[in-house]
Nanobody, 124 residues
Framework: QVQLVESGGGLVQAGDSLRLSCAAS????????MGWFRRGSGKEREFVAA???????VYSDSVRGQFTISRDNAKNTVYLQMNSLKPEDTAVYYC??????????????????WGQGTQVTVAS
């Protein structure tokens, strides 16, 4: 059973940066597409970014150019570098491992393993 654990969240000021980590145990991330999602208070969960096993990245329009997703297969870890944070980036951030039979990266339903989430709060 794969377990994903996010870390690196916290309270920051607008304009600051944070790097989130997602570490896996009980299974490998290598060969899988990994995604980051977020859910703000009172909002739907939304796709943030994904990285394929090849290293190819996909971003939502709202974070493209601001966030960077990366992976270190040797460490079984995926990262989300978040720069120039804004109050609207406040949310619980989740990482997830995608199922293998689909090419979709945006829908949450194509991911089968999820972390517990880490809170990011950006003060204005």
């Amino acid at each position: 059973q794969v377990q994903l654990v996010e870390s690196g969240g916290g309270l920051v000021q607008a304009g600051d940066s944070l790097r989130l980590s997602c570490a896996a145990s009980g299974g490998t991330l290598s060969g899988y597409t990994m995604g980051w999602f977020r859910r703000g208070s009172g909002k739907e969960r939304e796709f943030v970014a994904a990285i394929r096993s090849s290293g190819y990245t996909v971003y939502s329009d709202s974070v493209r150019g601001q966030f960077t997703i990366s992976r270190d297969n040797a460490k079984n870890t995926v990262y989300l570098q978040m720069n120039s944070l804004k109050p609207e980036d406040t949310a619980v951030y989740y990482c997830a491992r995608r199922k293998t039979f689909t090419n979709d990266v945006v829908r949450a339903s194509v991911y089968d393993y999820w972390g517990q989430g880490t809170q990011v709060t950006v003060a204005s």
